[in-house]
């Protein structure tokens, strides 16, 4: 069978969150890299992959896929039985309902919160040479503070946030908590120890230590 | 004992998950929270949903929150699997795949539309943004772009069955409708007869008489 295609660079954060489901579930996989100076994200032929030029796109035989969430539920419904993990709990109705709202808030309510931090500290320096915008960090720093009180509240009774086992969910936070800690706001997190331990689980994962390699905090 | 759906029925939100449970025909009651009073903020409310958001949900000792989280559970239990395709790899992951477009591109670019159109004249005493209005109108048409081409080789977004995903648009849907910007649909003519099309289901019909009863309200 013909590895499964990623296409995007490696070390962005939703090609990333596909990779690391990838090495959960133990599946042979090709990274295709994406120019994203030479426009190559807008190029027919990625577009006729992601119609709306972004990325990763993904291909399996006949299966072309975009959004980075949809393409981690695909590989994992595909490849956990064999591999003998359950990262989606589809078979029990209400584990896999605390999946999908854990996963949803990462989406909703931790990223919106956490990213720009990202964005100002790391990202825009380094490829717009702008400068780090404080007034955005500091109004995303308060949001994020509160959203940490609720993860701190609800991983003070559950090692992970669906339950007392890992899931989706508790993947989809690592590409971008992984880049948070290279910010000079990394110690935050040292407010909110049930957090901490939890980020510290799953940065210890072998899947995550793997792709973490390729996302290099200083670029 | 009934399912319950904690939250204003004009809330899009909302209506994502009233629709889920017309579709399958469980039983249910809507719990009004009235966010104009802060109810959303109630330590009651917040036991149900910790960001203090609606819509919350519960079933027996089960208690859920964001709303396509809440519609993916009803619609399993409830004999809506059909709408999900979950026993089928490439059929649940286009499904899975346009539900992430909804949210990410389609709802972004109408709710800080629908906030200034709606919300901001009618519950805030404020004047509607235009320049707000405007670029979110734009990025609404580059999206309504690919839904064009989508619909034009599909009759549904996941494929020539209907889903989850297309329902999940209706709320919004809905709002771009009624609101003073529907005729930009009229550039996009296989998006403007899908809209229709997921307009005209019997569940859709009941939960948009919920809403616009709820706003005739206030």
């Not at chain 1, 994406?34 to 032929?45: L, R, T, V, W, Y």
């Not at chain 1, 796109?57 to 419904?77: H, N, P, T």
């Not at chain 1, 990262?87 to 605390?98: I, V």
């Not at chain 1, 995550?208 to 390729?214: C, D, G, L, T, W």
């Amino acid at each position: 069978m013909a590895p499964v295609k990623v296409f995007g660079p490696a070390m962005s954060t939703n090609v990333a969150r596909v990779l690391v489901c990838l090495e959960e579930v133990g599946a042979e996989y090709e990274v295709v890299n994406i120019d994203f100076q030479a426009m190559e994200h807008k190029s027919p032929e990625h577009l006729a992959r992601n119609p709306f030029g972004q990325i990763p796109a993904f291909q399996d035989g006949d299966i072309v896929l975009f959004e980075s969430r949809a393409i981690a539920k695909y590989v994992l419904r595909k490849y956990s039985k064999s591999a003998g993990v359950d990262l989606l709990r589809e078979g029990d109705l209400k584990e896999a309902a605390m999946v999908d709202v854990w996963t949803e808030v990462e989406a909703h309510t931790y990223n919106p919160a956490l990213s720009p931090v990202v964005y100002e500290c790391l990202i825009y320096p380094a490829m717009r040479g702008v400068p780090t915008n404080q007034k955005v960090v500091e109004e995303s720093l308060e949001k994020l503070k509160k959203v940490l009180d609720v993860y701190e509240a609800r991983l003070s009774k559950h090692d992970y946030l669906a339950g007392d086992f890992l899931s989706f969910a508790d993947l989809n936070h690592f590409p971008y908590t992984h880049y948070f800690m290279g910010t000079p706001h990394a110690s935050l997190f040292d407010a909110y120890p049930h957090v901490k331990a939890w980020w510290e689980r799953l940065a210890a994962r072998p899947s995550v230590k793997k792709i973490s390699a390729n996302m290099p905090l200083k670029f | 004992m009934a399912m319950k759906v904690y939250g204003p029925a004009a809330s899009t939100n909302v209506a994502r998950v009233l629709v889920c449970l017309e579709e399958v025909g469980l039983d249910y009651e809507l719990v009004p929270v009235d966010m104009t009073k802060g109810e959303h903020k109630s330590p009651a409310h917040v036991s149900r949903n910790p960001f203090g958001q609606v819509p919350a949900f519960q079933d027996g000792d089960l208690i859920l929150s964001e709303s396509r989280a809440i519609s993916k559970y009803i619609l399993r239990k409830g004999g809506g699997s059909h709408l999900l395709r979950e026993g089928n790899l490439s059929e649940a992951a286009m499904v899975d795949v346009w539900l992430e477009v909804e949210s990410g591109q389609f709802d972004s670019a109408m709710s800080p539309i629908v906030f200034q159109c709606f919300v901001v004249p009618m519950f805030m005493g404020g004047t509607t943004d235009m320049k707000v209005v405007e670029e979110n109108l734009e990025k609404l048409k580059k999206s309504l772009e690919v839904y064009e081409a989508r619909l034009s080789r599909f009759k549904y977004l996941a494929g020539d069955f209907v889903s989850l995903a297309d329902i999940s648009h209706f709320p919004m849907a809905h709002y771009l409708l009624v609101g003073p910007h529907a005729s930009v649909i009229d550039a996009y003519p296989h998006v403007k007869a899908w809209i229709a099309d997921i307009m005209s289901r019997p569940s859709v019909k009941k939960v948009t008489e919920l809403m616009e009863a709820a706003i005739r309200m206030n």
